[in-house]
């Protein structure tokens, strides 16, 4: 069954700044009817609780991404807005004795992680082209949003955009978890897409310019439709839906490859712009954004 909801936010997404295939299919992205409402009711009460607006909450991890294994616990991220006077105090408190946060984390228990940033940190992100928030506003599993508040968070990511600073991030997680998780004959075989996701993101900023989709396998479609290093790859996805967990196992000479002769390729940073924004104009979309998404 296809989320359409989740769709047609991609649709929009894709729109904003390029063109990618949907994959809104439930077996890749997975969201069990229970813990999809289990969210929506803890978003619901977050925003009596702390009497803030939820403008944007998606699914941030291997849900996300595609690749999630069956006892995957729930990523959930979202973007908020307090009103208008929040912003507006002379001393910086949420309650008698506490000290102003711009985030809301929730406990994590055994399936849901539920945590979120204020709109003025979130726009902070954007202006330093933060790949996660670029990420949220990518996700193909959305559960909740207000659309004019994605475009206007889009039109920041579009103005901020750094293809360098982007490229850097992903990079240096693929060179990260391949140290620490694929040197030697027995790997811990999941982290392989750990590397693949990364690295290939690093080939989109290069060959397309945009931010990288965050579904792995829109990535998977553009950079590897066909070939053996994509049949191995398809293998493993296979596995690791499937399967609770998966252990480490022996070397998939196939994907190990790919990856050191990728990584030994590269030899230092490529030539892509930094980006830049404009401040002042930034500030005016945050005014203009709490005025017209701020409770009432």
């Given at each position: 069954?296809?989320?359409?909801?989740?769709?047609?936010?991609?649709?929009?997404?894709?729109?904003?700044?390029?063109?990618?295939?949907?994959?809104?299919?439930?077996?890749?992205?997975?969201?069990?009817?229970?813990?999809?409402?289990?969210?929506?009711?803890?978003?619901?009460?977050i925003e009596r609780t702390h009497d803030v607006r939820v403008l944007?909450?998606?699914?941030?991890?291997?849900?996300?991404?595609?690749?999630?294994?069956?006892?995957?616990?729930?990523?959930?991220?979202?973007?908020?807005?307090?009103?208008?006077?929040?912003?507006?105090?002379?001393?910086?408190?949420?309650?008698?004795?506490?000290?102003?946060?711009?985030?809301?984390?929730?406990?994590?228990?055994?399936?849901?992680?539920?945590?979120?940033?204020?709109?003025?940190?979130?726009?902070?992100?954007?202006?330093?082209?933060?790949?996660?928030?670029?990420?949220?506003?990518?996700?193909?599993?959305?559960?909740?949003?207000?659309?004019?508040?994605?475009?206007?968070?889009?039109?920041?990511?579009?103005?901020?955009?750094?293809?360098?600073?982007?490229?850097?991030?992903?990079?240096?997680?693929?060179?990260?978890?391949?140290?620490?998780?694929?040197?030697?004959?027995?790997?811990?075989?999941?982290?392989?897409?750990?590397?693949?996701?990364?690295?290939?993101?690093?080939?989109?900023?290069?060959?397309?310019?945009?931010?990288?989709?965050?579904?792995?396998?829109?990535?998977?479609?553009?950079?590897?439709?066909?070939?053996?290093?994509?049949?191995?790859?398809?293998?493993?996805?296979?596995?690791?839906?499937?399967?609770?967990?998966?252990?480490?196992?022996?070397?998939?000479?196939?994907?190990?490859?790919?990856?050191?002769?990728?990584?030994?390729?590269?030899?230092?940073?490529?030539?892509?712009?930094?980006?830049?924004?404009?401040?002042?104009?930034?500030?005016?979309?945050?005014?203009?954004?709490?005025?017209?998404?701020?409770?009432?």
């Amino acid at each position: 069954m296809v989320d359409t909801h989740a769709c047609a936010t991609r649709a929009l997404q894709s729109s904003t700044l390029d063109s990618t295939n949907l994959h809104c299919m439930d077996d890749i992205h997975p969201i069990a009817p229970d813990k999809r409402a289990a969210i929506l009711a803890t978003l619901a009460d977050i925003e009596r609780t702390h009497d803030v607006r939820v403008l944007l909450a998606c699914e941030s991890g291997s849900r996300g991404w595609g690749f999630s294994s069956p006892d995957s616990d729930y990523d959930a991220r979202f973007i908020y807005v307090h009103r208008q006077p929040w912003y507006l105090s002379v001393n910086e408190s949420t309650g008698p004795g506490q000290a102003q946060r711009d985030v809301i984390e929730l406990p994590i228990d055994d399936e849901l992680d539920v945590s979120g940033w204020d709109l003025r940190k979130a726009l902070r992100l954007v202006s330093k082209s933060n790949p996660t928030l670029i990420e949220w506003l990518r996700s193909p599993i959305i559960y909740q949003h207000d659309a004019d508040a994605v475009r206007d968070l889009w039109d920041a990511a579009e103005r901020f955009y750094s293809p360098l600073g982007t490229w850097w991030h992903y990079y240096n997680m693929a060179c990260s978890n391949h140290r620490g998780y694929l040197r030697g004959e027995t790997v811990r075989t999941k982290k392989y897409l750990y590397v693949l996701r990364p690295l290939l993101a690093c080939q989109w900023i290069e060959h397309e310019g945009t931010p990288p989709p965050m579904a792995f396998e829109d990535l998977l479609q553009r950079l590897l439709p066909d070939g053996a290093v994509r049949e191995a790859i398809d293998a493993l996805l296979v596995v690791k839906r499937a399967s609770a967990e998966i252990a480490a196992g022996p070397r998939i000479a196939a994907i190990s490859d790919y990856i050191d002769a990728t990584l030994a390729k590269r030899t230092e940073g490529p030539q892509l712009p930094a980006g830049h924004g404009d401040a002042t104009w930034l500030d005016g979309l945050f005014r203009q954004m709490l005025a017209t998404h701020a409770p009432a």
